[in-house]
C-alpha cells in the first residue's frame, strides 16, 4: 500500500517551543515537499527537496528547518522563532527529473497555546 | 514571482448543475498546470494535470482546458453532486525545481 504518511495528526506546542513533523513516502520518489496552508487559503512552499542530502528553501522557509537523511523521509521542525505556527501542514513527494503530479499527504494540524 | 488567482472564491450550485471554475496565473513559462480537490481537513487529491502542449484534458465529468498565452485555465465539472463539495486548487508548475504555486482556491457546495 504505497503513499505518504504524516504524523501526528494533531499537534500543540507551547511558545518558544520547537516541534518536529513527521513525513514519510514509500513512492520511491526522489523529490519531497514541505507546505504551508492557512485558513481559507492556498498552500505556501516551505522547503524543498529533490535529493537526499539537498534541500531548498521556499517562499516562507524562515522559522522552519529541515533535514533529508534518508529518501523516504523529509521531517520539518517548527522552531521558536517562527512567529505565528498556527497552521495546517501539508507533505508531498513526486517523480524528479521530469514534471510529474505531486502526491500529498493526510496533514498536520498544529496549534500553538 | 508566479501569482495565481481563482473565482469565484466561493459556489452554491443544486445538483445537477454544470459548475465553472476559473484559474488566472501571470507567468505563462510554466511545464504544467494542476488541478486539486481538498476535503475539509485533508490532504490534496489530484485531479487532472494537463501538459503546457495540451490544451484540454478530461477524466469522466471532470475536463480542464488551459490557455498558456493568456495565464488562464478552467475546469468543468459536468452534472454535479453533492459527493463534488470540495475545495479545489490550481496549481501551475514552474520551469525550474518543479515548484507548483498554488491559488486560493474556489469552494464548492452541491446542495441535493
Known amino acids: 500500500d504505497g503513499g505518504i504518511t504524516q504524523s501526528p495528526k494533531y499537534l500543540f506546542r507551547k511558545e518558544g517551543q520547537n516541534v518536529t513533523l513527521s513525513c514519510e513516502q514509500n513512492l520511491n520518489h526522489d523529490a519531497m515537499y514541505w507546505y504551508r496552508q492557512d485558513p481559507g487559503q492556498g498552500l505556501r512552499l516551505i522547503y524543498y527537496?529533490?535529493?537526499?542530502?539537498?534541500?531548498q528553501k521556499g517562499d516562507i522557509a524562515e522559522g522552519y528547518s529541515v533535514s533529508r537523511e534518508k529518501k523516504e523521509s523529509f521531517p520539518l521542525t517548527v522552531t521558536s522563532a517562527q512567529k505565528n505556527p498556527t497552521a495546517f501542514y501539508l507533505c508531498?513527494?513526486?517523480?524528479?527529473?521530469?514534471?510529474?503530479?505531486?502526491?500529498f499527504g493526510p496533514g498536520t494540524r498544529l496549534t500553538v497555546l | 514571482k508566479q501569482e495565481v488567482t481563482q473565482i469565484p472564491a466561493a459556489l452554491s450550485v443544486p445538483e445537477g448543475e454544470n459548475l465553472v471554475l476559473n484559474c488566472s496565473f501571470t507567468?505563462?513559462?510554466?511545464?504544467?498546470l494542476q488541478w486539486f480537490r481538498q476535503d475539509p481537513g485533508k490532504g490534496l487529491t489530484s485531479l487532472l494535470l494537463?501538459?503546457?502542449?495540451?490544451r484540454e484534458q478530461t477524466s469522466g465529468r471532470l475536463n480542464a482546458s488551459l490557455d498558456k498565452s493568456s495565464g488562464r485555465s478552467t475546469l468543468y465539472i459536468a452534472a454535479s453532486q453533492p459527493g463534488d463539495s470540495a475545495t479545489y486548487l490550481c496549481a501551475p508548475q514552474g520551469a525550474a525545481g518543479n515548484k507548483l504555486t498554488f491559488g486560493g482556491g474556489t469552494r464548492v457546495l452541491v446542495k441535493p
Open positions: 527537496s529533490q535529493i537526499v542530502n539537498d534541500f
Open positions: 508531498a513527494s513526486s517523480n524528479q527529473g521530469i514534471p510529474d503530479t505531486q502526491y
Open positions: 507567468d505563462s513559462a510554466i511545464y504544467n
Open positions: 494537463i501538459q503546457s502542449s495540451q
